[in-house]
């Protein structure tokens, strides 16, 4: 599902660059290439949340912001 910070073995943010503990997680999907169930996911800071947020949003990619400890506690997804 993403990229895990070697030293505290925590989800990483998935802004370029960005070495800062995930907090939320970003559900998308492109409707041109993925069925309507599917989500794939970024990570995301406190501080890269909105950033990450719009690029989707703009796109219409966009299905969902939830913490990470929410996405972790429910089975909402088959791909993490």
Request: glycine residues 4%; charged residues 25%; contains cysteine.
């Amino acid at each position: 599902m993403c990229a895990v910070n070697d030293e505290s073995n925590h989800p990483i943010c998935s802004a370029k660059g960005c070495r800062a503990a995930a907090v939320w997680v970003l559900a998308w999907n492109n409707p041109k290439l993925h069925t309507p169930e599917r989500r794939k996911t970024w990570l995301a800071c406190d501080e890269h949340r909105e950033h990450l947020s719009q690029f989707l949003g703009v796109r219409g990619f966009l299905k969902d912001v939830v913490t990470l400890a929410e996405w972790e506690a429910g089975d909402s997804a088959a791909d993490r």
